[in-house]
Structures are given as C-alpha cells and as structure tokens.
C-alpha cells in the first residue's frame, strides 16, 4: 500500500511564500512522475506542476515563473515552493505520483489560502 502524507500549506498574505512537501511511503516500485494538482471550490482539479524521473518539469501557465517544482528522490518526496501568491492561488492542493508501473497514487490534500 502507498501512502502519501503532504504539509506545508496554511494561510499567507498575498505576495507571499509557502513550500510544500509530500512524502511518498510503502510498498512501491519506482517513482516515474510526481506532480502538484489544485482544486478550488466549485472548480475542478487542475494540474500545477510535474516533475519526471529525469528531472523534467512542467508548469501550468498560471504559475510559471512563481511556482518551483523539484523532488528528493532518496526521500520519495516532492516539494513545491510557491513565492509571490495571488488570492487565486488559494486551492486544496493535492500530491499525486505515477509509478513506473503506471499506477497512481493521490495525497489526502492540504489547504493553502492567500489573502488580498
């Protein structure tokens, strides 16, 4: 069974930072890809960011240039450092991972919330 446990959201003034984590643990074969997803109220889940194996990145147009996505892949983990913050940035933002097998895997979420 795979696990994954994310931290680091909270509540920040806009223009501010928060990092994220999330920590992937249990019976698994290889990481391929990691990656960020949002869901607003009344939207839907939309990616934010991915990271493959190899160390390519992906980035939705809506955070390029503010959101950092990088991964420790010794610690299975992925971070996502969010700098200058919008009030539309605020979302459950949710880890999800692709194993090489091609199963994935979602976090339980974490709230971020900026404020104008």
């Known amino acids: 069974q795979v696990r994954l446990v994310e931290s680091g959201g909270g509540l920040v003034q806009a223009g501010g930072s928060l990092r994220l984590s999330c920590v992937a643990s249990?019976?698994?074969?290889?990481?391929?890809?990691m990656s960020w997803y949002r869901q607003a109220p009344g939207k839907q889940r939309d990616l934010v960011a991915l990271?493959?194996?190899?160390?390519?990145?992906n980035y939705a147009d809506s955070v390029k240039g503010r959101f950092t996505i990088s991964r420790d892949n010794a610690k299975n983990t992925v971070y996502l450092q969010m700098n200058s913050l919008k009030p539309e940035d605020t979302a459950v933002y949710y880890c999800?991972?692709?194993?090489?097998?091609?199963?994935?895997?979602w976090g339980q979420g974490t709230q971020v919330t900026v404020s104008s």
């Open positions: 249990g019976n698994m074969f290889s990481i391929n890809i």
């Open positions: 990271i493959t194996s190899g160390g390519n990145t």
């Open positions: 999800k991972i692709v194993l090489v097998t091609s199963l994935g895997y």
